[in-house]
């Protein structure tokens, strides 16, 4: 894998079937960690965006585009949530989400490098340079 | 479903690489099709720059971030290949334009989401507080 990426990477938060098993002490908790460890990224200039999802998912599929309830609200695959990061490099965003407060209740932070262009201008870029070859 | 949100709506792109497939006046056609469709949401002020990601990366779990797993993010067709934030009050209007998205005759889908407010997190624990409160008087 690339470990330089100057367009920077996103932790996609996924799990939101977590929150049910604690009290309300442990979410004010959890909570407060959270606001916290964004803002001190922010601070740091390593956070530029972020938002919390909504739970409610429609999904628009396929030629048709049927549209469907998104059937994985309480999934564990579920993104409750994302982080966009400037950082340089790829083992300074996983540390950052390896510092995730939900990890310990069972969340999963997907560490991604932002594309510096749509994946389907480089696959014809890609394909370009191999009949040109 | 609440329908009205001032917060906006992200669109999450979820395919595989289905435009591996594709040949070179393909891609380009289609490439016009996707550049003329985000301009003319652009000018209406109805999205804001949106992000690809890259088929790399690795998931983080467990206590202290403990297991550290690959993808996979490039045969999965749940896989997150990108997204894109709307600045529109309807989630109606918001699964239109998302059906307007060209890539999606090549099959794929798009997940539609509320952007939230607040952290929900917050929110459940505003109202278990107040369960609590209105218990204990």
């Known amino acids: 894998m690339n470990t330089q990426n100057q367009n920077g990477y996103m932790l996609l938060f996924r799990g939101n079937d977590w929150l049910k098993s604690l009290s309300s002490e442990e979410k004010q908790k959890v909570t407060d960690q959270w606001m916290a460890w964004f803002r001190r990224l922010t601070d740091e200039g390593k956070a530029i965006a972020g938002n919390p999802l909504e739970r409610e998912s429609k999904i628009v599929s396929g030629k048709n585009r049927v549209v469907s309830d998104g059937p994985f609200a309480e999934s564990k695959e579920a993104i409750g949530g994302y982080f966009l990061l400037d950082v340089a490099s790829f083992d300074d965003a996983v540390v950052i989400a390896q510092e995730c407060p939900g990890l310990q209740y069972g969340v999963q932070v997907e560490v991604r490098p932002v594309a510096a262009e749509c994946p389907v201008a480089s696959e014809l870029k890609h394909q370009t340079q191999f009949a040109n070859a | 479903m609440n329908t ?43 999205a804001k720059p949106g992000r690809a990601l890259e088929r790399t990366g690795v998931t983080v779990s467990g206590k202290n971030g403990r297991f550290v797993t690959d993808g996979p993010f490039a045969e999965s067709k749940e896989a997150v290949g990108g997204y894109l934030v709307l600045d529109v009050e309807t989630i109606e209007e918001a699964i239109a334009i998302a059906q307007s998205s060209p890539g999606l ?27 609590e409160h209105c218990v204990t008087i």
């Not at chain 2, 595989?16 to 996707?34: C, G, P, R, V």
């Not at chain 2, 090549?106 to 459940?124: F, H, M, Q």
């Open chain 2, 4 to 46: 009205q949100n001032h917060d906006g709506f992200m669109l999450l792109y979820r395919t595989d690489e289905w435009y591996n497939k594709l040949s070179q006046e393909e891609l380009q056609e289609l490439i016009n099709q996707n550049k003329a469709w985000f301009e003319r949401l652009t000018a209406h002020g109805k």
């Open chain 2, 105 to 131: 005759a090549y099959g794929g889908s798009i997940e539609v989401r509320p952007v939230a407010e607040e952290c929900p997190l917050d929110v459940r624990a505003r109202e278990l507080a107040r369960e």
